[in-house]
């Protein structure tokens, strides 16, 4: 297969930022599968979002950062291994190597079975929840890092962004505890406002972040919402 010079330039120039970026390193020095964990760190480290005890849905999971920063946040020594104080349940279209305590679903976010089967896995866990002396009725926090497959036209995107973020909505409003919170991926660009009126719409408190981990030329920022208007 023949491969355009610009492309091949991109690529290299690509691999050459990602194999030089600080934040690629410090993963791989602390044992994280990508960078990104360090977005969900700097997020929850400022608003305080993650406590022992918690449930915590993390949807479009893989490769897992999200899922190990989480379990270290929950387990009683902040460690990768051993016991774990609360549940993390994942969801991702595409496989995950196992995180330990994580529950992990492979299937479409969109698809009805699959959030059945999320649903059914979320209600488990909050029956043991209360057999630990931790008795909840919902889940204290979503977060989902999920993300289309972009075509490069910014109105299809658009709409594909908006999708998994109006799903991700509305889960919360069905499983969150009502001072619970969500954090979700979007991006700066066509429908960007209508996001942030829909989360105002939905939450009390509504918060958007770009971590400093997030790469400069990236339009990615993060929004959050706390606290549920209308609670399901």
């Known amino acids: 297969m023949k491969v355009s010079t610009k492309s091949k330039k991109v690529n290299k120039a690509w691999l050459n930022d990602h194999i030089n970026d600080p934040w690629v390193k410090l993963a791989k020095r602390e044992g994280y599968r990508a960078r990104a964990a360090y977005k969900l760190k700097e997020i929850d480290e400022t608003l305080g979002l993650i406590q022992p005890g918690h449930i915590v849905v993390d949807l479009g999971c893989t490769p897992g950062a999200w899922s190990q920063y989480v379990r270290r946040r929950l387990s ?11 549940a993390i349940i994942g969801v991702d279209l595409l ?10 679903i492979q299937g479409d976010f969109r698809e009805p079975e699959v959030l059945q089967k999320l649903e059914q896995i979320v209600a488990e866990k909050l029956v043991e929840s209360g057999a630990r002396g931790k008795p909840k009725a919902k889940v204290d926090l979503v977060v989902s890092d999920m993300a289309p497959n972009l075509s490069g036209i910014e109105s299809s995107d658009a709409a594909r962004i908006a999708l998994l973020v109006e799903l991700a909505v509305e889960f919360s409003q069905n499983h969150l505890r009502p001072d619970g919170a969500l954090v979700v991926k979007l991006f700066h660009g066509s429908g960007y406002s209508q996001l942030v009126k829909h989360f105002k719409e939905n939450f009390k408190v509504v918060k958007p972040l770009k971590p400093k981990s997030s790469r400069d030329k990236s339009s990615e920022t993060f929004l959050v919402g706390i606290g549920l208007k209308n609670p399901g």
């Not at 496989?95 to 992990?104: A, N, S």
């Open 95 to 104: 496989p995950m190597e196992p995180v330990e305590g994580v529950d992990f």
């Open 76 to 86: 009683p020594e902040g460690a990768a291994v051993g016991a774990l104080d609360g």
